[in-house]
């Protein structure tokens, strides 16, 4: 096998790319890595393609960077809750195996934290400072937000409201920037908002503020529908969709598990239209 064919290892369980190649090369590996639902090592080519990026990532490239990063961290996002409902059941037993549960909750949050950084390091070095475009800037502030938040779900102490607060100030700046460059049928304005009105409910404990923001988002976008462009209508009916299902259990006497199931469930779907 010549040395080109040796692109890959495995150190630890982690790829890691042996040598440079063009950045086409690894659009089609990222692409490869998609269709075979290898998202981990979708990440490490995508990571390479954006590095050798002049400029903006085009919105295709975009958004594979976004599939890699949303699937490699929602499937440890969703073991983590799995692992988080054993834990409780664990520690109602009287000989309750709550220490292994927690060691392994500790892998998944080691692996949590690596990609989250991964994807902050790409966002504040490399993506917003090459960005000119305003729903760029707004997608890649809100993508820093999103992050930020998966830290803060499962981090303690100043670890999480450092965390907080990174998510808070990306959002916020997203946030303004779209109300006033972006229609508010805008699928990111839209989805910004439902990710940041969820980051007011579950991390900074603020119902008031997550209802306040979902509903004024889902108003707004209401009276402008007539406006929407055929291209949006999809994405942004769904979107409009989910902040009302989470309006409807922000406003309800639902139990808070039955609340937060429903509310992950949602953000899942979400994460298939790429936003």
């Known amino acids: 096998m010549c040395i080109r064919d040796r692109y890959q290892r495995r150190v630890h369980g982690i790829i890691v790319i042996q040598m440079s190649k063009t950045k086409e090369e690894y659009l089609f590996l990222a692409r490869m890595s998609e269709q075979a639902e290898r998202y981990d090592e979708m990440v490490e080519y995508a990571i390479e393609f954006t590095k050798k990026t002049k400029g903006e990532l085009t919105l295709d490239e975009r958004?594979?960077?976004?599939?890699?990063?949303?699937?490699?961290?929602?499937?440890?996002?969703?073991?983590?809750?799995?692992?988080?409902?054993v834990e409780q059941k664990e520690e109602k037993k009287e000989k309750g195996q709550v220490e292994k549960v927690r060691k392994y909750k500790q892998i998944i949050e080691k692996e949590l934290k690596d990609f989250c950084e991964k994807v902050l390091g790409l966002v504040d070095h490399t993506l917003i400072p090459s960005t000119t475009s305003e729903e760029t800037k707004v997608f890649y502030h809100k993508m820093k937000g999103d992050y930020c938040r998966y830290l803060a779900e499962f981090q303690k102490g100043e670890a999480k409201d450092g965390s907080s607060n990174k998510a808070l100030e990306a959002y916020q700046?997203?946030?303004?920037?779209?109300?006033?460059?972006?229609?508010?049928?805008?699928?990111?304005?839209?989805?910004?908002?439902?990710n940041f009105s969820v980051f007011y409910y579950e991390i900074m404990q603020q119902a008031d503020k997550a209802v306040e923001?979902?509903?004024?988002?889902?108003?707004?976008?209401?009276?402008?529908?007539?406006?929407?462009?055929?291209?949006?209508?999809?994405?942004a009916t769904l979107i409009m969709q989910l902040l009302r299902d989470n309006l409807t259990l922000w406003n309800s006497d639902a139990p808070e598990e039955q609340q937060s199931l429903t509310r992950n469930e949602s953000l899942n779907i979400l994460s298939l239209i790429h936003i």
């Open 213 to 235: 923001m979902a509903k004024k988002s889902f108003d707004e976008a209401i009276a402008n529908l007539d406006n929407v462009t055929d291209e949006s209508y999809k994405d």
């Open 173 to 194: 700046a997203a946030y303004t920037l779209a109300e006033t460059k972006l229609a508010s049928t805008h699928p990111i304005r839209l989805g910004l908002a439902l």
């Open 63 to 85: 958004n594979i960077l976004s599939v890699a990063f949303k699937n490699a961290v929602g499937s440890r996002r969703a073991s983590w809750r799995v692992l988080t409902s």
